[in-house]
């Protein structure tokens, strides 16, 4: 469920230098309405700043704050902390936000519990397919999951285990026994039309969301329970636009990064400095990015069977190719993470996929690893074309959840044999018995015409008469 928070070169993920930088840009909007309650997040800012993202803290009703200049983003991420009013000011409507989202910007939200969630945000997020509690005071409950030492009475604070894979990356980056607090979430439901979005920290099974104010009774209805409720979901647009909705403010507040709680008897360090530098990384985009590099396809003539690792092969790409041909495909992917590029290496399981298409794929096929370089992967296949002539693409659309998506393609014409390309007949095994038959008849017939020539007519008796 996390596994994109933790790439595969996982030691190297987390002993990486603090001096990690967007792929993206480094212009960060805060927007913070109390510049009073900086301070309880000032563990996490510095943590960004030091990231070397430059930081500009504005109230969400400042006269001089908008996210566009001439047209373009003023900025390149925003992170929206909660406040006490539900206005949130003229420039940070629903329609900017998402505007901004179009502009391939991104946007980490944290909600409370403690204020009402804005209008704008609201809004912004039903547009997503992403619905939250209007009313404040809605929380995530569970009464096995829970910190006994600040939640004893009413079991708001969620104590959630990371995998054990991620339990030794998360103690040597910032400490903690590989435990997250989420206090006083707000949940989130995600619809289940929508491919872009997916859920990072679901709420455990004896979860549900409950509103202090409502009467006994009206919990028998809740806003969602058990698995329904997502504690952090995200969005990742088809231009690679990132939002993420984290369900607790106070998760990202410096109170929670080295708290010692107590689960069941157990006291337990919380992890969650961590886990927030995680998540803004990701939303930032410091890590999940892929790159395409060089894409390359070329004939196969015979002159060698292996792939060429290197990318320099003569007449690379050319614009046609004849049916029936056999063709080289190389492209070169490479993954963006913490400040550099390194190799790109799939899940287990997962593929990366070639179509060559038309209107539809005449083939789709798996590439495979060939080579690596310093900072990319080389992945590639040998396939013939199809015995239909006409324009087709080689094409990859490479989509999975939390990796920015892959959709390249490059155009060729695929033409029919040539009138001097066509096999010659006797080079048919097939065709010898009726070439045999040709000349069997051939050689009959001038048989019988040499035979009738030089036949003798037969003499005839013929009476004299007087």
């Known amino acids: 469920m996390m596994r994109w928070l933790f790439p595969s070169a996982l030691a190297l993920a987390w002993t990486a230098a603090v001096s990690a930088k967007s792929f993206t840009g480094n212009r960060l909007l805060v ?19 030091s990231r070397g993202f430059s930081t500009t803290l504005q109230s969400p009703k400042a006269d001089k ?10 900025y390149d991420h925003i992170l929206l902390l909660p406040g006490k009013s539900k206005g949130l000011g003229p420039a940070l409507s629903a329609n900017n936000f998402l505007e901004f989202l179009k502009k ?3 946007i980490l939200v944290a909600l409370s519990s403690e204020s009402a969630t804005p209008t704008a945000v609201q809004s912004a997020l039903l547009e997503l397919d992403i619905s939250v509690p209007a009313e404040k005071g809605v929380v995530v409950v569970d009464h096995f999951n829970y910190d006994s030492t600040s939640s004893s009475d009413k079991h708001d604070v969620l104590l959630l285990d990371l995998p054990k894979s991620l339990r030794s990356g998360v103690k040597n980056y910032f400490g903690g026994d590989g435990y ?10 995600l619809g289940n039309n929508s491919p872009l979005l997916s859920p990072v920290l679901r709420a455990p099974s004896t979860a549900y969301s409950y509103s202090p ?21 995200v969005m990742q647009a088809n231009n690679a636009a990132r939002l993420m909705v984290v369900g607790s403010a106070e998760l990202l507040q410096n109170k929670w990064f080295s708290e010692s709680t107590k689960l069941g008897g157990k006291t337990i360090k919380t992890a969650n400095r961590a886990f927030a530098h995680q998540l803004s990384a990701w939303t930032f985009k410091e890590t999940g990015v892929l790159t395409v590099g060089k894409m390359v396809h070329y004939q196969d003539e015979g002159k060698s069977k292996r792939m060429n690792t290197s990318l320099a092969v003569p007449e690379n790409n050319p614009t046609i190719y004849r049916v029936k041909t056999d063709v080289h495909f190389q492209v070169e992917i490479s993954e963006y993470s913490n400040d550099h590029l390194q190799p790109f290496v799939p899940a287990a399981g997962d593929n990366i996929q070639l179509e060559f298409s038309m209107l539809s794929p005449f083939q789709r096929l798996n590439l495979s690893p060939i080579a690596q370089t310093a900072n990319s992967t080389i992945f590639g296949v040998l396939f013939k074309t199809p015995d239909q002539h006409g324009i087709f693409n080689f094409r990859i659309n490479y989509r999975r959840p939390f990796l920015t998506n892959i959709d390249e393609k490059r155009q060729v014409t695929v033409r029919h044999f040539a009138h001097d390309e066509w096999p010659r007949s ?29 036949s003798a007519p037969t003499e005839r008796n013929v009476k004299k008469t007087q």
């Open 213 to 233: 104010k409502d009467e006994a009774d009206s919990v028998e209805d809740p806003f969602a329970v058990g698995q329904q409720l997502n504690l952090i979901s």
């Open 31 to 49: 927007v913070l309405e109390e510049q009073s309650e900086r301070e309880q997040y000032s563990v996490f800012l510095e943590d960004l700043s």
């Open 65 to 74: 704050l908008s996210l566009f200049k001439h047209g373009e983003r003023a």
């Open 426 to 454: 006797w080079q048919i095994s097939g065709a010898w018995v009726w070439i045999g038959g040709i000349w069997v008849t051939v050689t009959g017939w001038l048989a019988f015409v040499a035979l009738w020539l030089y």
């Open 180 to 189: 997250i607090a989420v206090p006083r979430a707000v949940g989130q439901v």
């Open 104 to 106: 391939e910007g991104n």
